[in-house]
C-alpha cells in the first residue's frame, strides 16, 4: 500500500545524509529521517511525499543504533541547534569526514584520499559567539534559540553547553535586567515588545566578553543595574536598533551602552581586537588549528605573493604575512576590513594590504596594481564561489590555491571547475570546528598543472615575486 503523510512506519536507519539526517529504505523509497541516526530502528512519522524519497522523524526509537549516547543538554531535540549531542563524538567525526569523502567523490568526482580529519580540542564550551531570541515567558522575557524546524517558536534555554559558563552568565544576566525592568520580547507577529536579540561574544585566550542588545527602536533602561549585574569579564555592551520586522543581528548600527565596543582575543599569536559585527570563526581554538594548516599547504616562502580572498577580518592573511614577502586581502564588509586594517598595525604587520570589496569585482582592478599572486587562499560563505568568482580566480592564475570550506557540497563543484580549467586537487583534509552539529571546515590544496600553452604559466610573468622587505 502506497505511504501517505502522516503515517507512522518503522525503518532501519543504515546512513547519515548531508545536514544530519538519517537514511532509510522504504521499499524503493529513500527516507529521510530527522532525529534518528545510523544502525537505529525507529518508528517515524512521514512529514513529505516525493516521487523517489519521504521526509520522516522518529517518534520513537525501538532498538537504538551502536553510536546513541546520552546528549548532556536538557533542551536537547527540542532547540535547533546540536542535532547530534545523541551521537558519540568518534561516530561524529567519522561521519563528517565520510561525508566530505562523499562530496568530493560524488559531486566533484574526485579520486582523493582524504588526509586525516582533525578532531575537535573540545567538544563542549567551544563557541564565541551566541546569538539568542528574547521570548516572553510565565517568568517575564526569557533568551533562547529557535525551536528545532521552527522559525517562529523559541526555546527559552537554561544552560547551553557549547557556550562557556561566562557566557552563559552573560544571558542570565540580561534575563534578570530585563524582568526587573519589566521589560517584553518583541513580537513578530504583532510588531509589539522591545527586546529581540542578545548576541554574546567572547575571547576565548582572553577571557574578555562583549554583548549586544537588539532592540525595537526606544532607548535602553536602567542601564546602570545591568553593568551592575554582569560578570566582570564583559568589557562592554552595545545596543542596537532594529525598526524592521525581519530578525536581524547582522548589518546594524551598534551604539555603546558602557565600557568598550570591542573586545581583544589572540589567535595564533596575534591579538586581534574585535566588535559587534566582525567576522570571526566562532571556535577559536579550532580556528587556530585551520588556519595553521591552510598556511601550511600554502607553502608559504617570503618572496611569494599571496592574496587572500574573503578574508574576514583578515586573521589567513595576517598570519601569513610572517612567512610570504606580500599579502593582499579583499573582503566584502566594511566592518571586518576596518578591524583587518587595525589589527594589521596593531600587530606591526607591514607587508599587507586590505581592500573592501566583493571578489568577482574587486580582483581585476587590485591586479592592475599589485603583483600576481603565487598563493590565493579563498575562504568563502556556504554558497561557495559563484562562476565569476572561479572565472577571475583563474584569471589571477596563481601556481596554488588553498581553499578553506565551511561546505563540502560547494567545495565539491568549484573545485571540480578549478581543476577542469587545469588545477590539480593534490590536499584535502577535514576540520571539526562544530562538534555536536553536521557542520563541517575542510582545506583543500589545487596546484596549477604548467601546460605551454598558459601565457601566466609558460613565462616568468606569473613570478613577479614580491620581497620580504616590501610594503
Ligand atoms: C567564511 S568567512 C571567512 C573569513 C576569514 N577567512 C576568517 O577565517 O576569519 C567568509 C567571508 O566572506 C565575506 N564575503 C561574502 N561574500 C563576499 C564577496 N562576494 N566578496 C568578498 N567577501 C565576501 C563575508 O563577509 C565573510 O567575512
Same mark, same amino acid.
Given at each position: 500500500?502506497?505511504?501517505?503523510?502522516?503515517?507512522?512506519?518503522?525503518?532501519?536507519?543504515?546512513?547519515?545524509?548531508?545536514?544530519?539526517?538519517?537514511?532509510?529504505?522504504?521499499?524503493?523509497?529513500?527516507?529521510?529521517?530527522?532525529?534518528?541516526?545510523?544502525?537505529?530502528?525507529?518508528?517515524?512519522?512521514?512529514?513529505?511525499?516525493?516521487?523517489?524519497?519521504?521526509?520522516?522523524?522518529?517518534?520513537?526509537?525501538?532498538?537504538?543504533?551502536?553510536?546513541?549516547?546520552?546528549?548532556?543538554?536538557?533542551?536537547?531535540?527540542?532547540?535547533?541547534?546540536?542535532?547530534?549531542?545523541?551521537?558519540?563524538?568518534?561516530?561524529?567525526?567519522?561521519?563528517?569526514?565520510?561525508?566530505?569523502?562523499?562530496?568530493?567523490?560524488?559531486?566533484?568526482?574526485?579520486?582523493?584520499?582524504?588526509?586525516?580529519?582533525?578532531?575537535?580540542?573540545?567538544?563542549?564550551?567551544?563557541?564565541?559567539?551566541?546569538?539568542?531570541?528574547?521570548?516572553?515567558?510565565?517568568?517575564?522575557?526569557?533568551?533562547?534559540?529557535?525551536?528545532?524546524?521552527?522559525?517562529?517558536?523559541?526555546?527559552?534555554?537554561?544552560?547551553?553547553?557549547?557556550?562557556?559558563?561566562?557566557?552563559?552568565?552573560?544571558?542570565?544576566?540580561?534575563?534578570?535586567?530585563?524582568?526587573?525592568?519589566?521589560?517584553?520580547?518583541?513580537?513578530?507577529?504583532?510588531?509589539?515588545?522591545?527586546?529581540?536579540?542578545?548576541?554574546?561574544?567572547?575571547?576565548?585566550?582572553?577571557?574578555?566578553?562583549?554583548?549586544?542588545?537588539?532592540?525595537?527602536?526606544?532607548?535602553?533602561?536602567?542601564?546602570?543595574?545591568?553593568?551592575?549585574?554582569?560578570?566582570?569579564?564583559?568589557?562592554?555592551?552595545?545596543?542596537?536598533?532594529?525598526?524592521?520586522?525581519?530578525?536581524?543581528?547582522?548589518?546594524?548600527?551598534?551604539?555603546?551602552?558602557?565600557?568598550?565596543?570591542?573586545?581583544?582575543?589572540?589567535?595564533?599569536?596575534?591579538?586581534?581586537?574585535?566588535?559587534?559585527?566582525?567576522?570571526?570563526?566562532?571556535?577559536?581554538?579550532?580556528?587556530?588549528?585551520?588556519?595553521?594548516?591552510?598556511?601550511?599547504?600554502?607553502?608559504?616562502?617570503?618572496?611569494?605573493?599571496?592574496?587572500?580572498?574573503?578574508?574576514?577580518?583578515?586573521?589567513?592573511?595576517?598570519?601569513?604575512?610572517?612567512?610570504?614577502?606580500?599579502?593582499?586581502?579583499?573582503?566584502?564588509?566594511?566592518?571586518?576590513?576596518?578591524?583587518?586594517?587595525?589589527?594589521?598595525?596593531?600587530?606591526?604587520?607591514?607587508?599587507?594590504?586590505?581592500? =573592501? &570589496?566583493?571578489?568577482? *569585482?574587486? /580582483?581585476?582592478? #587590485? +591586479? @592592475?596594481? %599589485? $603583483?600576481?599572486?603565487? !598563493?590565493?587562499?579563498?575562504?568563502?560563505?556556504? =554558497? &561557495?564561489?559563484?562562476? *565569476?568568482? /572561479?572565472?577571475? #580566480? +583563474? @584569471?589571477? %592564475? $596563481?601556481?596554488?590555491? !588553498?581553499?578553506?570550506?565551511?561546505?563540502?557540497?560547494?567545495?565539491?563543484?568549484?573545485?571540480?571547475?578549478?581543476?577542469?580549467?587545469?588545477? %590539480?586537487?593534490?590536499?584535502?583534509?577535514?576540520?571539526?570546528?562544530?562538534?555536536?552539529?553536521?557542520?563541517?571546515?575542510?582545506?583543500?590544496?589545487?596546484?596549477?598543472?604548467?601546460?605551454?600553452?598558459?601565457?601566466?604559466?609558460?613565462?616568468?610573468?606569473?613570478?613577479?615575486?614580491?620581497?620580504?622587505?616590501?610594503?
Amino acid at each position: 500500500m502506497a505511504l501517505h503523510r502522516g503515517q507512522e512506519i518503522d525503518l532501519t536507519v543504515d546512513g547519515l545524509a548531508f545536514g544530519g539526517r538519517g537514511v532509510a529504505r522504504h521499499g524503493e523509497l529513500v527516507v529521510f529521517v530527522s532525529r534518528a541516526l545510523p544502525g537505529d530502528r525507529v518508528r517515524a512519522r512521514v512529514t513529505k511525499l516525493k516521487r523517489r524519497h519521504a521526509e520522516a522523524f522518529a517518534v520513537e526509537v525501538l532498538e537504538a543504533g551502536p553510536g546513541r549516547v546520552t546528549p548532556r543538554c536538557a533542551h536537547f531535540g527540542v532547540c535547533g541547534g546540536c542535532a547530534w549531542q545523541d551521537l558519540a563524538y568518534a561516530e561524529q567525526v567519522r561521519h563528517k569526514a565520510a561525508q566530505v569523502d562523499d562530496a568530493l567523490r560524488r559531486l566533484g568526482r574526485f579520486e582523493i584520499e582524504l588526509e586525516s580529519i582533525v578532531p575537535a580540542a573540545e567538544q563542549y564550551g567551544y563557541r564565541n559567539k551566541l546569538e539568542y531570541s528574547w521570548s516572553d515567558g510565565p517568568d517575564g522575557p526569557s533568551l533562547g534559540f529557535h525551536r528545532a524546524g521552527r522559525w517562529d517558536e523559541l526555546v527559552p534555554v537554561e544552560t547551553c553547553h557549547i557556550a562557556s559558563p561566562a557566557g552563559n552568565d552573560v544571558r542570565r544576566a540580561f534575563e534578570r535586567w530585563a524582568r526587573e525592568a519589566g521589560l517584553t520580547a518583541y513580537d513578530g507577529r504583532t510588531g509589539e515588545g522591545y527586546l529581540r536579540h542578545l548576541v554574546v561574544r567572547e575571547g576565548a585566550h582572553t577571557g574578555q566578553l562583549l554583548a549586544m542588545l537588539v532592540t525595537a527602536p526606544g532607548a535602553v533602561p536602567g542601564r546602570d543595574r545591568l553593568r551592575a549585574l554582569l560578570p566582570a569579564e564583559v568589557v562592554g555592551a552595545v545596543h542596537a536598533e532594529n525598526a524592521g520586522v525581519g530578525e536581524a543581528t547582522a548589518g546594524l548600527e551598534p551604539r555603546p551602552l558602557f565600557g568598550a565596543d570591542r573586545y581583544e582575543e589572540v589567535v595564533g599569536g596575534l591579538c586581534l581586537s574585535v566588535t559587534a559585527g566582525a567576522f570571526m570563526q566562532t571556535n577559536t581554538v579550532m580556528s587556530e588549528r585551520l588556519y595553521e594548516l591552510a598556511i601550511g599547504y600554502a607553502e608559504l616562502s617570503t618572496t611569494d605573493v599571496a592574496w587572500d580572498l574573503y578574508c574576514g577580518a583578515g586573521a589567513i592573511g595576517l598570519l601569513a604575512a610572517a612567512r610570504a614577502g606580500r599579502v593582499y586581502g579583499i573582503e566584502i564588509a566594511e566592518e571586518s576590513v576596518a578591524r583587518a586594517r587595525e589589527n594589521a598595525e596593531r600587530n606591526g604587520i607591514a607587508n599587507i594590504e586590505f581592500v =573592501a &570589496g566583493d571578489v568577482a *569585482k574587486s /580582483v581585476a582592478p #587590485l +591586479l @592592475e596594481r %599589485a $603583483p600576481r599572486p603565487d !598563493v590565493v587562499f579563498v575562504d568563502p560563505p556556504r =554558497a &561557495g564561489l559563484t562562476p *565569476k568568482a /572561479v572565472k577571475r #580566480l +583563474l @584569471e589571477l %592564475a $596563481p601556481e596554488r590555491i !588553498v581553499y578553506v570550506s565551511c561546505n563540502p557540497t560547494t567545495l565539491a563543484p568549484n573545485a571540480r571547475a578549478l581543476v577542469d580549467a587545469g588545477y %590539480a586537487l593534490e590536499r584535502a583534509r577535514p576540520v571539526d570546528m562544530f562538534p555536536h552539529t553536521p557542520h563541517i571546515e575542510c582545506v583543500a590544496l589545487l596546484r596549477r598543472e604548467k601546460t605551454g600553452s598558459d601565457p601566466n604559466f609558460s613565462g616568468q610573468a606569473h613570478h613577479s615575486r614580491a620581497t620580504a622587505s616590501s610594503t
